[in-house]
T-cell receptor, first 114, second 115 residues
Framework: AQSVSQHNHHVILSEAASLELGCNYS??????LFWYVQYPGQHLQLLLK??????LVKGIKGFEAEFIKSKFSFNLRKPSVQWSDTAEYFC????????????FGKGTHLIIQP | NAGVTQTPKFQVLKTGQSMTLQCAQD?????MSWYRQDPGMGLRLIHY???????DQGEVPNGYNVSRSTTEDFPLRLLSAAPSQTSVYFC??????????????FGSGTRLTVV
């Protein structure tokens, strides 16, 4: 069975600070990795994904993530956060092409202070 | 193009009552799945389906039933609601073999309270 661990449950940053949210997964085979964002009161939206090729992937809203296979990690980064980035962030993994759904981490609640 | 539609948005049930959470997608997606979201727990997979007539259990299936008679619909049934099923429920769908390229699309959720 696969699992996902997100290291930081709550993160508070000031605007313009740099962001890095940790994500580690446990699965020995081929995986596909995702970061989703949930703004207050809304449903999940896809930020970015990795399935093959360049391990540095870029997503929407200036976010990027790096897949490091040797560390089983897929950390999310943003050079300069904005107040509107306040949200819950979820790392997720699937294997086998996604047929059996997603396994999520417990999420990181990010608060950006003006 | 409505995407993934969930109804109702809010529901209060009494312990022991039954109900069905509806999920419909109009994108001709093969894969569909149900998740529950609880504080500090992230989202956990309840049931999933890879096509009409095919369903399987996820991480937390107890107390829930599903069926997939059409590609578009994937209802989640609570046969006898319990307070432990108080949660926010999300339905998601994806393009089948293209899931790894496009990810899953999520509905807006159903907030269920069991008293």
């Amino acid at each position: 069975a696969q699992s996902v661990s997100q290291h930081n449950h709550h993160v508070i940053l000031s605007e313009a600070a740099s962001l890095e949210l940790g994500c580690n997964y446990s699965y020995g085979g081929t995986v596909n990795l995702f970061w989703y964002v949930q703004y207050p009161g809304q449903h999940l939206q896809l930020l970015l994904k990795y399935f093959s090729g360049d391990p540095l992937v870029k997503g929407i809203k200036g976010f990027e993530a790096e897949f490091i296979k040797s560390k089983f990690s897929f950390n999310l980064r943003k050079p300069s956060v904005q107040w509107s980035d306040t949200a819950e962030y979820f790392c997720a993994v699937t294997s086998g092409g996604g047929a059996d759904g997603l396994t999520f981490g417990k999420g990181t609640h990010l608060i950006i202070q003006p | 193009n409505a995407g993934v539609t969930q109804t109702p948005k809010f529901q209060v049930l009494k312990t022991g009552q039954s109900m069905t959470l509806q999920c419909a997608q109009d994108m001709n997606h093969e894969y569909m799945s149900w998740y529950r979201q609880d504080p500090g727990m992230g989202l956990r997979l309840i049931h999933y389906s890879v096509g009409a007539g095919i369903t399987d259990q996820g991480e937390v299936p107890n107390g829930y039933n599903v069926s997939r008679s059409t590609t578009e619909d994937f209802p989640l049934r609570l046969l006898s609601a319990a307070p432990s099923q108080t949660s926010v429920y999300f339905c998601a769908s994806s393009y089948g073999r293209f899931t790894i390229y496009y990810g899953y699309t999520f509905g807006s959720g159903t907030r269920l309270t069991v008293v």
